[in-house]
T-cell receptor, first 114, second 118 residues
Framework: AQSVTQLDSQVPVFEEAPVELRCNYS??????LFWYVQYPNQGLQLLLK??????LVKGINGFEAEFNKSQTSFHLRKPSVHISDTAEYFC????????????FGGGTRLMVKP | GAVVSQHPSWVICKSGTSVKIECRSL??????MFWYRQFPKQSLMLMAT?????????EQGVEKDKFLINHASLTLSTLTVTSAHPEDSSFYIC??????????????FGSGTRLTVV
């Protein structure tokens, strides 16, 4: 079974600083990769996804992520964060050999301080 | 496109009563529906997967008689929490899936239902 690890449960950072949220998964065979953001008491909003092609994926709100097959990682980055980026971020993996089920990481709470 | 409507957004019920949560895909047809549960400060945990017109498949540890899932059409699925207890209090999120989806590669999410059982 697929497993997804988000190494940091919380990441505090000052406004306008760069940030990296880490994500590792257990298998690189036939997977699609996603990053979602969740604001309090809301559903999930897609930030970006990797399906195939270029390993550097650009998403909304200035976020990007890089698929690294050898390290089975899909880290999320933003060069300059804003207060409004404070939220919970989830990495997810879809295993095409397991009924398209999405497996989520434990989440990383990004806290942007002024 | 790919709009999902989940209702209610929050509900408070008495212990022992049942609560029904609706999830509608407004502009697409979802052959598969995933239902997730999220406890405070935790990730989403898959509860069950349902395909239109067939019985749902429940994840280990999820009671199928307690969490009744109906996926009678390609645009509507319901989750009924029967005889709810305080430990069922959680945030429930539906996720309709389109095999040939656009945008999110077919994954969309409802806005969630906050269930509080008192």
């Amino acid at each position: 079974a697929q497993s997804v690890t988000q190494l940091d449960s919380q990441v505090p950072v000052f406004e306008e600083a760069p940030v990296e949220l880490r994500c590792n998964y257990s298998s690189s065979v036939s997977v699609y990769l996603f990053w979602y953001v969740q604001y309090p008491n809301q559903g999930l909003q897609l930030l970006l996804k990797y399906l195939s092609g270029s390993t550097l994926v650009k998403g909304i709100n200035g976020f990007e992520a890089e698929f690294n097959k050898s390290q089975t990682s899909f880290h999320l980055r933003k060069p300059s964060v804003h207060i409004s980026d404070t939220a919970e971020y989830f990495c997810a993996v879809s295993d095409r050999n397991a009924g398209n089920m999405l497996t989520f990481g434990g989440g990383t709470r990004l806290m942007v301080k002024p | 496109g790919a709009v999902v409507s989940q209702h209610p957004s929050w509900v408070i019920c008495k212990s022992g009563t049942s609560v029904k949560i609706e999830c509608r895909s407004l502009d697409f047809q979802a052959t598969t529906m995933f239902w997730y549960r999220q406890f405070p400060k935790q990730s989403l945990m898959l509860m069950a997967t349902s395909n239109e017109g067939s019985k749902a498949t429940y994840e280990q540890g999820v009671e199928k008689d307690k969490f009744l899932i109906n996926h009678a059409s390609l645009t509507l699925s319901t989750l009924t929490v029967t005889s709810a207890h305080p430990e069922d209090s959680s945030f429930y999120i539906c996720s309709p899936f389109q095999p040939s989806g656009t945008g999110s590669f077919g994954y969309t999410f409802g806005s969630g239902t906050r269930l509080t059982v008192v």
